[in-house]
């Protein structure tokens, strides 16, 4: 346990982060997965869209890399032009 009073607070700051950060990764993870369950283009584009704002938000955010959630973007674009 830390003795320093700075060190608690550093603490109770880093799991209310981790906390927050963790939450944010699940929703972009979930919003992930029902674009690739879609069938259909006119059932993908609006999540395609909602999955793309998240992604550039956690970016803002820091929760993930511009490089990853461009790769994200990429692939799901990929998908759902491709489907009928």
Partial sequence: MAH???????????????????YYRSWMRTLIKKVRAAQSRE???PLLNQAKSLLD???????IHKNKAANYKRKLE??????A
């Fill in 43 to 45: 059932e993908a584009l």
């Fill in 78 to 83: 990929k998908y759902v032009n491709q489907l």
């Fill in 57 to 63: 938000r956690l970016v803002v955010k820091g929760i």
């Fill in 4 to 22: 320093h009073k700075s060190a608690i607070k550093r603490i109770r700051q880093n799991a209310k982060r981790r906390a927050r950060n963790r």
